[in-house]
């Protein structure tokens, strides 16, 4: 069974700062992963995700991923960030074996300063 | 486009009653609906599958009995807490997974509803 580890649970930023938000999975085969944002009270809301080819997959809001299947990292990166990036983030892993249920990290909470 | 609402966004229930939540797929057909619930804090839990025609299936430590769960239609899944009491407020998440494509397991997730049982 695959689990997801999201490596920082909480990452404190300054506005315009790059930030990076880590993920790494565990399975022996092949895997979809996504990465969702969710803002206080509300659903989740999905940034982006890799299904197969380029490994880097760029996401809205300026936000990007890069799939390294020898690491089963999938880590998010923005090179930018702004106050309204404050958010929870959740990393999610789907496959086969799992009738492609999605499998949650922990979340990781992103705080902007100004 | 896959726009999934749910209703209520908020509700209050006295303990001992039942609070029905609807899940709705807005612009595309879900074979598979879930249900999640998610405490402060934390992540989201999956508390059940439900696919349209069928009996849904439940995760494991969580009461069939007291979270019944109906998927009526292609684009309809209700979750009905019964007999609620205040462990069971929290925040109640449903997703569906459209039809079309090869699976991927990607979910297209509702706004969410509050519950809080007093």
């Known amino acids: 069974a695959q689990s997801v580890t999201q490596l920082d649970s909480q990452v404190p930023v300054f506005e315009e700062a790059p930030v990076e938000l880590r993920c790494n999975y565990s399975s022996s085969v092949s895997v979809y992963l996504f990465w969702y944002v969710q803002y206080p009270n509300q659903g989740l809301q999905l940034l982006l995700k890799y299904l197969s080819g380029s490994t880097l997959v760029k996401g809205i809001n300026g936000f990007e991923a890069e799939f390294n299947k020898s690491q089963t990292s999938f880590h998010l990166r923005k090179p930018s960030v702004h106050i309204s990036d404050t958010a929870e983030y959740f990393c999610a892993v789907s496959e086969r074996s799992n009738d492609y249920k999605l499998s949650f990290g922990a979340g990781t909470t992103v705080t902007v300063r100004a | 486009g896959a726009v999934v609402s749910q209703h209520p966004s908020w509700v209050i229930c006295k303990s001992g009653t039942s609070v029905k939540i609807e899940c709705r797929s807005l612009?595309?057909?879900?074979?598979?609906m879930f249900w999640y619930r998610q405490f402060p804090k934390q992540s989201l839990m999956l508390m059940a599958t439900?696919?349209?025609?069928?009996?849904?299936?439940?995760e494991q430590g969580v009461e069939k009995d007291k979270f019944l769960i109906n998927h009526a239609s292609l684009t309809l899944s209700t979750l009905t807490v019964t007999s609620a009491h205040p462990e069971d407020s929290s925040f109640y998440i449903c997703?569906?997974?459209?039809?079309?494509?090869?699976?991927?397991?990607?979910?297209?997730f509702g706004p969410g509803t509050r519950l809080t049982v007093t």
């Open positions: 439900s696919n349209e025609g069928s009996k849904a299936t439940y």
């Open positions: 612009d595309f057909q879900a074979t598979t």
């Open positions: 997703s569906a997974r459209s039809v079309q494509g090869p699976p991927t397991g990607e979910q297209y």
